[in-house]
């Protein structure tokens, strides 16, 4: 069974920075894509970074340039560096692997922007 858990969350001011963390399990992790999602209240869903197992990546365009995806193989581990924090990033954040034709979740991890 895949298990995704992320880490890393926290309350932090504008301009700030935290790093999340996703540990994986139950999955051949080398072959993933994997993806960060977020959902802020009253919002849907949506992708935030991904990265392929090549190791390209993608963004969002509102977090282009201040937030960077980036994975170890060897650790079954994906991170989302957030940079130059704002208080509109404030959100639920989530780790999300497609596997054997299976969307497979984490619980998230709350990031609170705020001064």
């Known amino acids: 069974q895949v298990r995704l858990v992320e880490s890393g969350g926290g309350s932090v001011q504008p301009g700030g920075s935290l790093r999340l963390s996703c540990s994986s399990s139950?999955?051949?992790?080398?072959?993933?894509?994997m993806k960060w999602h977020r959902q802020a209240p009253g919002n849907q869903r949506e992708l935030v970074a991904a990265?392929?197992?090549?190791?390209?990546?993608t963004y969002e365009d509102s977090v282009k340039g201040r937030f960077t995806i980036s994975r170890n193989n060897a650790r079954n581990t994906v991170y989302l560096q957030m940079n130059s924090l704002k208080p509109e990033d404030t959100a639920l954040y989530y780790c999300?692997?497609?596997?054997?034709?299976?969307?497979?979740w984490g619980r998230g991890t709350q990031v609170t922007v705020s001064s």
């Open positions: 999300n692997v497609r596997y054997r034709d299976t969307d497979f």
């Open positions: 139950g999955m051949n992790f080398k072959i993933v894509t």
């Open positions: 990265i392929t197992s090549s190791g390209s990546t």
